[in-house]
């Protein structure tokens, strides 16, 4: 394969490579462990003591609120097991959404299971979350409240602070998922009203492996992982070392440079979305476009089956997705997309192009100009749609 054009940005992202030199020395000569009070633990100790700083620093919280954690999964699972464990006495309800990640959604199945109820608020067609149906939704049992920051496969952006303004008016513990929002768009828990927020190190050109879970000072979670005393008594087990440096280094690359190539990066994707617009019939953009994150676009391609699509374009060295990564390789149509009301057939034509570092104007043109014979050719194998008018065929049953 000559070509490789990288559009999956939110399925992951390569380690930055100033990220990968900071990691190495504590994957070689500083092997140490941090928590042993000899000379080989200083070194270790000192350098996540560092790591914690710059990922505070990143997030706008003090030290003593973050929880370093193996992924964006495990910061959900603890925010919400871990709060709804913590305030079981007080009230047995939770509120999400319907579009959340399996590492949200999954941990809230979990609970109704052990007995916990949970309300799962719907979006309208653009992907977006109704703020009184939020606030209909509270009941004097709801002690926890957790709604995506961004959308992993729509990119849409739900207002936060807002959100989290209602959670503060009802007493209730708020909690974001923020995976695909850190490095892209800014945060600043200070400024969100949240009490939990997740963040994951490969989303955003750190190394896999490792995440972190801000918890506001005073919000109680009980610990999924019982071991030493690690993490304020939060999460047992011997840090990752490299990884938490690495967390560190990739919130330091970011925000030094996140205004500028955040910019770069929605210039290309308008730029993808107009070009694909105009050069192929029957495509729509799902999501609310003036709320999103700057580097993603969801894509329907009518009277095109999504993974032939994938598979063509994966021909031609061009990788992009459909659902969400987890989803993907299976045929289920996208619960995202489901609950914005997106017709089933179009469900399975859309494709999530997400954008990132290494992308450029060449990579983007090279995707406008082989698409729209992909799609034609895709398009041509069905019986619904009418190559020479370029028009679906409209059936009609009566
Ligand atoms: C919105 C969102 N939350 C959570 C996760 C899980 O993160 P991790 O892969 O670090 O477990 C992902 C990964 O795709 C995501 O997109």
Same mark, same amino acid.
């Given at each position: ?5 990288? !559009? ?11 990220? =990968? $030199?900071?990691?190495?020395? !504590?994957?070689?000569? $500083?092997?140490? +462990? ?81 007995? =916990? ?12 979350l109704d703020l @009184? ?17 961004? +959308? +992993?496969?729509?990119?849409?952006? !739900? ?17 974001? @998922?923020?995976? $695909?929002?850190?490095? *892209? ?28 879970? &801000?918890? *506001? ?18 999460? %047992? %087990?011997t840090e990752n ?16 440079d996140m205004a ?9 994707? @308008? ?16 999501? *609310? ?8 676009? +969801?894509?329907? &391609?009518? !009277? ?86 370029? *028009? ?7």
């Open positions: 394969m000559s070509k490789q054009i990288y !559009f999956d940005h939110n399925a992951t992202t390569p380690v930055d490579g100033e990220v =990968f $030199q900071a990691m190495k020395p !504590f994957l070689t000569e $500083q092997w140490g +462990n941090p928590s042993s009070i000899h000379w080989a633990g200083r070194g270790p100790h000192k350098a996540i003591d560092e790591a914690r700083d710059q990922i505070c620093e990143f997030l706008g919280c003090s030290s003593v609120e973050l929880v370093i954690t193996s992924s964006g999964s495990e910061g959900d699972n603890l925010a919400i097991k871990g709060v709804a464990y913590a305030k079981k006495k007080k009230g047995n309800h939770i509120i999400t959404t319907k579009v959340e990640h399996p590492a949200v959604l999954n941990p809230c199945k979990f609970l109704e299971r052990e007995g =916990f109820k949970v309300t799962y608020l719907g979006v309208d067609k653009d992907g977006m @009184d149906e939020l606030r209909s939704a509270i009941t004097p049992e709801t002690t926890l409240i957790t709604t995506m920051f961004a +959308n +992993n496969e729509t990119g849409v952006v !739900f207002p936060i602070k807002e959100i989290g303004a209602i959670a503060r008016e009802h007493k209730i513990t708020f909690h974001t @998922d923020a995976v $695909q929002s850190a490095g *892209k768009i800014p945060i600043n828990v200070a400024d969100l009203n949240v009490d939990l927020l997740s963040i994951s190190g490969h989303k955003l050109y750190g190394p896999k492996g490792v995440g972190a879970l &801000f918890v *506001k000072r005073g919000v109680r979670i009980v610990p999924l992982i019982h071991g030493g005393h690690h993490e304020r008594n939060r999460r %047992g %087990g070392v490299a990884g938490i440096v690495g967390l560190a280094k990739a919130c330091e690359v970011a925000m030094r500028g190539e955040s910019a770069r990066v929605a210039k290309l994707r @308008d730029r993808l979305e107009k070009g694909l617009l105009e050069g192929i019939p029957a495509l729509r953009i799902n999501g *609310k476009r003036d709320s999103r994150i700057p580097n993603t676009a +969801n894509v329907a &391609f009518d !009277f095109v089956e999504g993974e032939s699509l994938l598979l063509s374009m994966d021909m031609l060295g061009i990788a992009a997705a459909s659902g969400s990564a987890c989803t993907s390789g299976s045929l289920e149509s996208s619960h995202v997309l489901n609950a914005m009301g997106v017709k089933a057939e179009l469900t399975h034509g859309s494709v999530r192009f997400s954008l990132g570092r290494s992308n450029t104007e060449e990579e983007v043109d090279y995707l406008i100009k082989e698409m729209p014979s992909i799609v034609e050719r895709i398009r041509g194998m069905s019986p619904l749609w009418d190559t020479k008018a370029q *028009k679906g065929i409209e059936l009609d049953f009566d």
